[in-house]
């Protein structure tokens, strides 16, 4: 525990230099513009990407937490619901992981073009939403834009919102046969968690919590509502979690 706590300490501003640096960022804009991961690359053709984040593309930090989980613990057992599509990097190491077809969703209609070409390009099969999974009828609701278009969400509020419509999961054909969900939707993964009980058919959970959007006091519900529905924690990097139950 002290060994992971100074870990954190020392490796935590090294690692936000060079995933949010500007200098860095601009150069592979200019001259790279794209993503290259292993055998895998992504177009990076959105406007609003701020331009300190091409720094974390350049070294390779991009969604390290969850990557890291995904490789480890996604096989073929696995049948994905991703909410949060962003770039297609975390749909498609799911995919390449596990070579069935996923389910994505995405709130942010302006970044799904990019999206499902670097889907086709890595040779994915896949559908893309641009709804908000929910689990029963309720209000369609409205996701913030940000200057990062990675943080599309309900809980950070700005002048530029969308209303998106919901898609009850009853509604998708065959969707009792996907066991898995991979959440990174900036601070609404709790919406899922709290009601993980209407999700019988997920066995395998992967999260992301965003710390600067639900205080402990949630997280402290979110982790009871996971043990009260049989879940327990197989594998963590950091704020990103893998549970099976």
Do not use: A
């Not at 609003?48 to 070294?59: G, H």
């Not at 809980?155 to 898995?180: M, R, V």
Request: glycine share 4%; with cysteine; hydrophobic share 35%.
């Amino acid at each position: 525990m002290v060994f992971n706590t100074l870990t954190k300490i020392i490796l935590s501003p090294i690692y936000y230099l060079i995933h949010h640096n500007y200098f860095f960022g601009f150069i592979h804009k200019k001259f790279v513009n794209k993503f290259n991961y292993k055998d895998l690359s992504f177009e990076l053709n959105i406007e609003d990407i701020p331009i300190q984040n091409y720094s974390s593309y350049l070294f390779k930090t991009y969604e390290f937490n969850d990557r890291k989980l995904i490789e480890k613990n996604i096989t073929g057992k696995n049948k994905s619901i991703i909410l949060g599509g962003g770039l297609g990097f975390i749909p498609v190491l799911t995919y390449k992981k596990s070579y069935n077809e996923i389910l994505v969703f995405e709130v942010n209609n302006t970044i799904i073009p990019n999206l499902r070409r670097n889907l086709i390009n890595n040779k994915v099969k896949f559908k893309i939403f641009n709804k908000n999974l929910v689990y029963g009828k309720s209000k369609n609701k409205y996701f913030y834009f940000t200057k990062d278009f990675l943080s599309t969400s309900s809980k950070i509020k700005t002048n530029s919102k969308i209303l998106i419509k919901n898609l009850e999961k009853n509604k998708i054909k065959n969707f009792n046969n996907f066991n898995t969900l991979v959440i990174d939707i900036e601070g609404d993964e709790d919406y899922y968690i709290l009601n993980i009980n209407k999700f019988k058919n997920i066995k395998y959970l992967f999260f992301e919590l965003h710390h600067n959007l639900i205080d402990n006091k949630k997280i402290s519900k979110l982790m009871d509502s996971l043990s009260n529905n049989n879940f327990y924690l197989k594998d963590k990097c950091f704020n990103s979690y893998y549970f099976e139950r």
